[in-house]
């Protein structure tokens, strides 16, 4: 079975006459919670849609599981939840499920499956419309794991939830990554860092460290990732 999940190289996208990605390069294996970390414009969304095949590249190349991003084959592979919702506001939890179930093809026995994954069982029957932005975004994760896709690609999906309900969030991506998918998702919330296995940390277009939220700590000889983050930035730390 082919170990890397995604594999990026050279990698390069200018959006609106700005290099918002420059020269980025990376694998990621089966198995894992990548976290991607960084601050508010610094090119996450634009990299995880490089990674899904919904953002025309400048150059550089990003393959996933060896087929070139976008690929029809992968479509099934990989679970994707944007920032915005993409769930049908007129339409029930179920609903919405049941339909995006049938439009991937996917047994109807796996939606309650899914909606329990993310603990909205209790509004299962209610219009997503009435939902908090909360259960809308969870209603939309849901969607994303429908199939049990090898790859999840998760966009800050962790925005605007309750402690508990981040808790167990992260656990749920744990469970995924431990069945063996990769399981990618990023955040501009510097103390959800330890809960990933391997960390990349993001700034201006560039990752500026990558490798596991202690070892990242213990480089830059700081005790928590929001400092390991400053002391790189401000070129403090030894990366040696
Ligand atoms: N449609 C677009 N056209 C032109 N530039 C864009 C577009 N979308 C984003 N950008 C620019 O690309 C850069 C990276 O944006 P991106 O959304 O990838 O950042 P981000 O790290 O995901 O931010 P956030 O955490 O706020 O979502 C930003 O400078 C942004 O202004």
């Not at 809960?195 to 070892?215: E, H, K, N, S, W």
């Amino acid at each position: 079975m082919m170990k890397n999940a995604v594999e990026v190289a050279d990698l390069v996208v200018r959006r609106g006459g700005r290099e918002v990605l420059r020269s980025i390069g990376f694998t990621i294996e089966r198995g894992s919670v990548t976290g991607l970390l960084g601050p508010s414009g610094c090119g996450k969304s634009t990299l995880m849609r490089s990674l899904v095949g919904v953002q025309q590249l400048t150059s550089g190349t990003v393959k996933a599981f060896g087929e070139e991003a976008g690929a029809k084959a992968l479509r099934s592979r990989i679970g994707y939840v944007t920032q915005a919702a993409s769930v049908y506001d007129d339409l029930t939890v179920t609903e919405n499920l049941n339909f995006f179930a049938k439009v991937l093809g996917v047994n109807k026995g796996e939606v309650a499956e899914a909606i329990d994954a993310v603990d909205l069982r209790s509004h299962a029957d209610v219009v997503v419309g009435q939902l908090s932005g909360g259960q809308r975004s969870r209603a939309s994760l849901a969607v994303a794991l429908l199939g049990d896709p090898d790859l999840l690609v998760l966009d800050e999906p962790t925005v605007g939830l309750d402690p508990v309900l981040r808790r167990d969030l992260w656990e749920l991506f744990h469970r995924i990554a431990a069945r063996g998918a990769a399981v990618f998702v990023s955040s501009h919330v510097m103390d959800e860092a330890d809960r990933c296995d391997r960390l990349m940390l993001m700034r201006d277009g560039v990752i500026i460290a990558d490798d596991t939220p202690l070892r990242i700590c213990e480089k830059t000889r700081t005790d928590d990732i929001e400092s390991a983050f400053l002391a790189l930035v401000e070129g403090a730390g030894d990366q040696s």
